[in-house]
């Protein structure tokens, strides 16, 4: 069964502005995962947040986790074109053998 | 170096066909998995592979057979290939500290 969420489905922004993509997820987990896909490319591991941690950065990007609501959020700052994009969240089956993938949000950054 | 590379990228058979997609990892990664990616790019994970041996079959049906002839390498055929099974079939392995994925490019199947 799905595990994680993605909300929106698709977001547009203009270059240099700022992208939020939220997940939801339904059980409990050991960390959370963010991935990208480029169109017709395999996933990209962007970040990964431990069930211990509120928060983490990595270059542009800022990851925030609230178990206590099963949620995480990505945040794109100063997004270029090169952003757009379907982004995933990941969480790992309770077995925590697989990671289990939401449908994802679509970026599209415009210049 | 590719670290985990899938053969072919893109496949365009029959109906009723028989078909396989090889996949290798020179990651060094004990476990691998195949997902399957639809039209809606939504992630589902197929099998699941830890030194060779099978540790995840998820409700896929008996027409795909995974096969580890050793840990870099873990191969899916396909039998009697259905209109259905169009999609996008990812292989990727994981590194055992962090639990992060790694993935290949993909192969596109499009059975007609």
């Known amino acids: 069964s799905q595990q994680g969420e993605e909300d929106p489905q698709a977001l547009s922004i203009q270059e240099g502005e700022n992208a939020t993509m939220n997940c939801s997820y339904k059980t409990s987990i050991n960390n959370l995962q963010w991935y990208r896909q480029n169109s017709g490319r395999g996933l990209v591991h962007l970040i990964l947040?431990?069930?211990?941690?509120r928060e983490k950065h990595s270059g542009r990007l800022r990851v925030t986790l609230d178990t206590s609501k099963k949620s995480s959020s990505l945040l794109i700052t100063a997004s270029r074109a090169a952003d757009t994009a379907s982004y995933f969240c990941?969480?790992?089956?309770?077995?925590?053998?697989?990671?289990?993938f939401g449908k994802g949000t679509t970026l599209s950054v415009s210049s | 170096d590719t670290a985990v590379s899938q053969t072919p990228k893109y496949l365009v058979t029959q109906m009723g066909n028989d078909k396989s997609i090889k996949c290798e990892q020179n990651?060094?990664?004990?476990?691998m998995y195949w997902y399957k990616q639809d039209s809606k790019k939504f992630l589902k994970i197929m099998f699941s592979y830890n030194n060779k041996e099978l540790i995840i079959n998820e409700t896929v049906p008996n027409r795909f057979s995974p096969k580890s002839p050793d840990k870099a390498h873990l191969n899916l055929h396909i039998n009697s290939l259905e209109l259905g099974d169009s999609a996008v079939y990812f292989c990727?392995?994981?590194?055992?500290?962090?639990?992060?994925?790694?993935f290949g490019e993909g192969s596109r199947l499009t059975v007609l």
């Open positions: 990941a969480t790992a089956s309770p077995a925590g053998t697989a990671l289990i």
């Open positions: 990727a392995s994981m590194w055992e500290n962090t639990g992060e994925l790694f």
């Open positions: 947040i431990r069930s211990n941690e």
């Open positions: 990651l060094g990664h004990d476990t």
